[in-house]
């Protein structure tokens, strides 16, 4: 069973883009329409930096500057780190971590295939935990409830709530969270 996840597997192909001449002000407005935080710099078609709304907010608006007279060659972050599609998705989750950045440009032979967010991996992890709550149900029956009634495992998904915790309480023959086991 494969357990690994591509970045291509999902990744937005559609990424919004804006032009080095393109205003502070159009790329606020574009980001507004799409209802995105950033929006990755290209010229001739290929990723040379990204502005985020934290660009803006910082170089232009809180320096007084007129964004309409702001362009984004001068605001972007110009260091772009970039991952490829055949990576997997954890080595992007632990990439942005240690980068410390909400997106993750998806570039293949220097051209943008997609971008992926903080966002997206909170889905997949979300249901990926979902998967896994499934699997423990479907097969509690191979741990009979008497033999490990006390039984607590480090960390898990709880079959109640559905949250990850740090510690599982097998509980009537689930395992649950304190705060769910609490409760039953």
């Known amino acids: 069973m494969e357990t690994e996840v591509y970045v291509k597997e999902i990744m937005t192909k559609n990424v919004v883009t804006i032009e080095l001449q393109t205003s502070c002000v159009d790329a606020a407005k574009?980001?507004?329409?799409?209802?995105?935080g950033g929006v990755i710099v290209v010229d001739n078609n290929r990723p040379v930096g990204i502005v985020t709304e934290q660009?803006?907010?910082?170089?232009v608006v809180?320096?007084?500057l007129r964004p309409s007279s702001v362009l984004t060659k001068d605001v972007m972050t110009r260091r772009l780190i970039t991952i490829h599609p055949a990576q997997f998705v954890n080595e992007a989750s632990h990439k942005m971590f240690k980068m410390r950045i909400h997106r993750l440009p998806v570039v293949d032979e220097g051209n943008l295939v997609g971008i992926i967010t903080d966002t997206d991996l909170l889905v997949v992890s979300t249901q990926m935990g979902e998967i896994f709550s499934e699997l423990v149900q479907m097969n509690a029956e191979h741990f009979p409830p008497e033999s490990v009634e006390t039984e607590a495992l480090s960390q898990g998904i709880c079959e109640e709530c559905g949250r990850l915790s740090e510690r599982l309480v097998l509980t009537n023959g689930r395992y649950l969270c304190e705060f769910c086991a609490e409760t039953e």
């Open 30 to 36: 574009k980001m507004s329409e799409h209802g995105i």
């Open 55 to 59: 660009d803006i907010v910082r170089k």
């Open 62 to 64: 809180s320096k007084d």
